[in-house]
């Protein structure tokens, strides 16, 4: 169990650059983090780290989400979920293949879905929350590979879908539009002006955080773009 006068916070993905960003940022505001991910050595690795507690889960499984909230509920009480937990493939028409179009959508629309539903329901019980999803800025604009550009797509209207039915219920619901990231695993295809141009992990941490914060009370259903340069 976690400190009862501690917030505590859930973060699906939390093994990934990204993820381990938002991780530090919110253990550098004093929350505790439950760390969802992928069972395996970096989760395991994430885990020893004070006031994170790692949990194992396929999310794109309906059940397995379920029974990871339910871990969850032995963790504490979160106020705010964040679900970075995805994928990419490339993919044109041409080559897209029915096992890239079900990977992307499993990978990152059902991942939220599920997750967004368990949370909802802990989070109407305790009188309201946050949650904060990532969708892509070829999710609005540009040319993207065709499945994982429509699966963030989705994401981004799933985000707006639920901001006005969870607003009731005092659920903020708002989504963080990165366009290239600033990581180890980008960092093996993209140009030197290209990289200069990334955006860290940490900036896009620090957005998310804020809009998890009271201080953005006000608002829910927003799309954030945080495109930097790139």
Not at 9 to 37: C, K, N, P, R, W
Not at 44 to 60: I, P, Y
Not at 81 to 109: H, K, R, Y
Request: aromatic residues 4%.
């Amino acid at each position: 169990m976690t400190d009862s006068s501690q917030r505590l916070v859930v973060v699906t993905g939390a093994a990934g650059a990204l993820g381990q960003a938002v991780v530090s940022e919110f253990l550098a505001a004093g929350a505790a983090v439950v760390a969802v991910d992928i069972a395996g050595e970096r989760l395991d690795a994430l885990g020893q780290t004070e006031n994170v507690h790692a949990v194992g889960a396929q999310l794109s499984d309906a059940a397995a989400t379920t029974a990871a909230w339910e871990a969850i509920d032995a963790i504490g009480t979160p106020d705010t979920l964040v679900t970075l937990a995805g994928g990419f493939q490339p993919s044109s028409l041409a080559d897209l293949t029915e096992d890239i179009w079900d990977a992307m959508i499993d990978s990152n629309v059902d991942s939220v879905v599920w997750s967004a539903r368990e949370a909802a329901k802990r989070f109407e019980a305790t009188g309201g929350g946050s949650i904060v999803t990532v969708g892509s800025k070829t999710a609005v604009a540009g040319a993207a590979p065709l499945a994982h550009a429509t699966s963030k797509a989705a994401v981004v209207r799933i985000t707006e879908l639920l901001a006005e039915e969870l607003r009731p219920k005092k659920i903020r619901v708002n989504t963080v539009l990165p366009s290239v990231i600033d990581t180890p695993a980008n960092r093996t295809w993209m140009s030197d002006d290209l990289a200069a141009r990334a955006v860290s992990p940490a900036a896009i941490a620090k957005v998310i955080a804020f809009l998890s914060s009271a201080d953005a009370a006000p608002i829910s259903g927003a799309r954030v773009p945080v495109y930097g340069d790139a």
